[in-house]
């Protein structure tokens, strides 16, 4: 039922119990990503950071997201001196794969930290809530991964529910 029926499997997931929901990632094995995709897609948002523009924040964020069909895109954030119309990282690396067409994600990783940081960077940068709902859009809770880096080789895997939980996406539309 989880595989050929994704978002009806979601409902039942958001409102099971927590020992169910546990059972369920056990067996679905949503906590592990390949290791290979893992670490390139770390390197890809390593990569991004670099051409960051943050002339206000001085704060540069790099992600990279791969497709169902193994494309990635990186991204980095772009601000803008009336700040609102600032774009993350994440949703840079989304909107351009989205342009060429994508519609299906397995994961994006992302980095940051200081301008004058690099690798290893001193924290995890987490998405924020504007593109943890724009990954909802496009990407399923269970099955979508968040790598946290601050290296290639220092970083956390969370799935879009873990750190988007009981969330409004599409299907609450329909
Ligand atoms: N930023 C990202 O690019 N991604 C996030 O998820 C967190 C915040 C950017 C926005 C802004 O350019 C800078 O980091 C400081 O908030």
Known sequence: MYVNYPILSF???QTSSRKR???IIKKFKLGKLKLDYTKLLIEKAILARKNAYVPYSKFKVGAAIITNNNKIYGGFNIECSSYSPTNCAERTALFRAVYDGHRNFKAIAVVGGK??????LFSYTPPCGVCRQMLREFCHPLYFKIILAK?????????LDELFPLSFGPENLK
Not at 151 to 159: G, M, R
């Open 11 to 13: 409902f039942i997931f």
């Open 21 to 23: 929901k546990m059972e």
């Open 151 to 159: 290296s290639v080789d220092d970083f956390k895997i969370f799935t």
């Open 115 to 120: 301008e004058s940081e690099s690798c290893p």
